[in-house]
């Protein structure tokens, strides 16, 4: 149980578009899911945190408006990278947490986002 | 603020080797501590988490981690190590307080098995 399944694993895209990513737990509820950036490396630094039906809530320092975060469903979060620069390309992971008590303290992860921007 | 610290971003050991990998913390409140695995292309794996209660715990594939309040400590061992244990092992941290469960991870150390 709690899988989390990350989509796609892998973009390269050109400078200037835009690239969708896909978070879905897939065998239960995720109230509040989150988003990592990964350097080569380097430790996972959150971008920010999204709660169903809600706004995200961003880090200091993240461009809330060049990372578009979407989180409609209990099952769905997608983070859009919008008019991506080769300073972006990294890696992404997303993570889900249950709602409850206990719950909440565990993040369950998907496996990342590869992105490379041309 | 809270932070994580893991000292020594590479370590090697021979199988059937102690493993130790090693993590310190600072928090202004009791923290919740957590260790994660990587495996190569995987996302992160929860492999045990300390909250209240115990202070050695036990997690998966033979794993255990031992909080140390007076030390700041949750270092991770494992007895006897196996050539699939090869892997990312990043620490976090978590307030116990609070309404969100952000996490704050170490750097990461990579653990190399060898034969």
């Known amino acids: 149980g709690a899988v989390v399944s990350q989509h796609p694993s892998w973009v390269i895209c050109k400078s200037g578009t835009s690239v969708k990513i896909e978070c879905r737990s897939l065998d239960f509820q995720a109230t509040t899911m989150f988003w990592y950036r990964q350097f080569p490396k380097q430790s996972l630094m959150l971008m920010a945190t999204?709660?169903?039906?809600?706004?995200?809530?961003?880090e200091q320092g993240v461009e809330k408006d060049k990372f578009l975060i979407n989180h409609a469903s209990l099952t769905l979060s997608t983070l859009t990278v919008t008019s991506a620069h080769p300073e972006d390309s990294s890696f992404y992971i997303c993570s889900a947490s249950q709602f409850g008590m206990e719950a909440k303290n565990i993040q369950y992860f998907g496996a990342g986002t590869r992105l490379s921007v041309l | 603020a809270q932070s994580v610290t893991q000292l020594g971003s590479h370590v090697s050991v021979s199988e059937g080797a102690l493993v130790l990998l090693r993590c310190n913390y600072s928090?202004?409140?009791?923290?919740?501590l957590f260790w994660y695995v990587q495996y190569p292309n995987q996302g992160l794996q929860l492999l045990l988490k300390y909250t209240t209660g115990a202070t050695l715990v036990k997690g998966i594939n033979g794993f255990e981690a031992e909080f140390k309040k007076s030390e700041t400590s949750f270092h991770l061992t494992k007895p006897s190590a196996h050539m699939s244990d090869a892997a990312e092992y990043f620490c976090a941290v978590k307030n116990s307080g609070g309404s969100n469960n952000k996490l704050t991870f170490g750097k990461g150390t990579v653990l190399t098995v060898n034969p």
């Open positions: 999204s709660n169903e039906g809600s706004k995200a809530t961003y």
């Open positions: 928090s202004s409140v009791p923290p919740y």
